[in-house]
């Protein structure tokens, strides 16, 4: 089982840059795939990125050239740099973790979620 905590929300101007982290503890072999995802207010959840266990990575075309996912595999943390934040980015972010799935943005069916922490981007 994995407990996965996410930090680093806030509130930024419109051009800034907020960086997300997500802790994940329990067994790391359970999270091969590591992904973030949004749910802005009325909207449906979407994925924002997601990278496997070697470092592959997959973007939503929203976001790439402005946000960039990484992980710690030694620490078993999962990051987001997000740049050239828009009020459109304004969201709870989420990530999630499996030991099995697929490097595709659109899969969502994820064995494990944090809590979310909320970004706020103002014009």
């Known amino acids: 089982k994995v407990q996965l905590m996410e930090s680093g929300g806030g509130s930024v101007q419109a051009g800034g840059s907020l960086r997300l982290s997500c802790a994940a503890s329990?067994?790391?072999?359970?999270?091969?795939?590591m992904a973030w995802f949004r749910q802005a207010p009325g909207k449906e959840r979407e994925g924002v990125a997601v990278?496997?266990?070697?470092?592959?990575?997959r973007y939503a075309l929203s976001v790439k050239g402005r946000f960039t996912i990484s992980r710690d595999n030694a620490k078993n943390t999962l990051f987001l740099q997000m740049n050239s934040l828009q009020p459109e980015d304004t969201a709870i972010y989420y990530c999630?973790?499996?030991?099995?799935?697929?490097?595709?943005?659109?899969?969502?069916?994820?064995?494990?979620w944090g809590q979310g922490t909320p970004v706020t981007v103002s014009s």
């Open positions: 990278i496997d266990i070697v470092g592959n990575t």
């Open positions: 329990g067994d790391s072999s359970d999270t091969y795939f």
């Open positions: 999630a973790a499996d030991d099995t799935g697929v490097l595709w943005i659109g899969h969502n069916d994820y064995k494990y």
